[in-house]
């Protein structure tokens, strides 16, 4: 399965997924802004490898919400489990720089957050985003149906970004930066919202 772009990348003119950034996070932004430097605590760089109170509330600012009882395996009955798999998945960096095809133990974070009533794909890669925003991507309904990643997305965008020496990683931080986009917004974050507004704006 290949990764296929926005229509807003498919030319050399940046135009198209400037309007779409700005519209997300301009002078008036969606609420969805905010999910990406969301800390109300001022703890999230030592929280990296422990799920919050805070990462609960980020994943609301994207219309999804975690259960009481999915907050409480994971805020409380499971949490050194959680942590010991975030801990697993190593620092947080690139997807664009990892090297090969993602073998099974990156999927385990994801498997166990899914496994818990009330917590389902797109929650589960939200969550993970607040933790591994550079590594790992959102994934749900309509990014899918917009990029052609219904049945699986990691591994083909991790293709897609590396290719032709990282050309669409270096357009994604060339486009953070003519948005003027806060530091907390990584490039898979970028692509993300192009992909998010365009398929918002198809109706999807």
């Known amino acids: 399965m290949s990764f296929k772009l ?10 198209p997924a400037l309007e779409l ?13 905010t999910f990406d430097a969301w800390d109300s605590t001022g703890t999230r760089a030592a929280d990296i490898n422990r799920f919050t109170a805070d990462d609960l509330v980020a994943v609301t600012f994207l219309s999804v919400r975690v259960p009481p009882t999915a907050a409480i395996v994971l805020l409380r009955d499971r949490a050194a489990e959680f942590t010991e798999l975030l801990t697993g998945l190593g620092p947080d960096r690139d997807l664009a720089d990892e090297k090969g095809k993602l073998d099974d133990k990156n999927w385990d974070l994801q498997t166990a957050l899914r496994a818990i ?9 939200k969550l993970i985003a607040r933790k591994r925003p550079r ?3 959102i994934w749900d309904r309509v990014v899918a149906e917009v990029t052609g990643t219904q049945k699986q997305q990691w591994e083909p965008l991790r293709e897609a970004l590396s ?3 990282g050309a669409l990683q270096q ?4 486009l953070h930066t003519a948005a003027g986009l806060p530091a907390a917004v990584t490039p898979l974050r970028v692509l993300d919202v192009i992909a998010w507004r365009e398929g918002k704006d198809r109706g999807l």
């Open 6 to 15: 926005p229509n807003a990348l498919l030319t050399d003119d940046d135009g």
């Open 21 to 33: 950034l700005r519209r997300y996070y301009g002078p008036n932004p969606a609420v969805g802004a």
């Open 117 to 125: 009533p009330g917590i389902d794909t797109t929650i589960a890669t």
């Open 135 to 137: 590594l790992r991507p």
């Open 163 to 165: 290719k032709q020496n």
């Open 171 to 174: 357009r994604l931080i060339a």
